[in-house]
Nanobody
Framework: QLHLVESGGGLVQPGGSLRLSCAASGSALDYWVIGWFRQAPGKEREGVSSMSSSGIRTEYADSVKGRFTISRDNAKNTMFLRMNSLKPEDTAVYYC?????????????????WGQGTQVTVSA
């Protein structure tokens, strides 16, 4: 059974950067499609980025293209989300997720394994 734990959230000023990590245990992450999602207060959970098991294919929400980068280190069984040029509207709880099948996508219903979430607050 795959278990995911996020870390790296916090308070950052607009224009700043953060790197979120998601450590996996219980299964090798190599064979899983991975994704990052976020949920702001009063809003639905939305897809931020996703990556294929091979690491070759990626998907990004239009709102984060050019600013966020998803990556994975299979040797460390960990996935990452590098976030640059952060804006106040990026404030949300960020979740990592994984799916054992399919292609990278931003649909939360595709993913059955989730971390507990980490808060990211972008504010001056």
């Amino acid at each position: 059974q795959l278990h995911l734990v996020e870390s790296g959230g916090g308070l950052v000023q607009p224009g700043g950067s953060l790197r979120l990590s998601c450590a996996a245990s219980g299964s090798a992450l190599d064979y899983w499609v991975i994704g990052w999602f976020r949920q702001a207060p009063g809003k639905e959970r939305e897809g931020v980025s996703s990556m294929s098991s091979s690491g070759i294919r990626t998907e990004y929400a239009d709102s984060v293209k050019g600013r966020f980068t998803i990556s994975r280190d299979n040797a460390k069984n960990t996935m990452f989300l590098r976030m640059n040029s952060l804006k106040p509207e990026d404030t949300a709880v960020y979740y990592c997720a994984a799916s054992p099948w399919g292609n990278p996508n931003l649909d939360p219903t595709h993913f059955g394994w989730w971390g507990q979430g980490t808060q990211v607050t972008v504010s001056a």
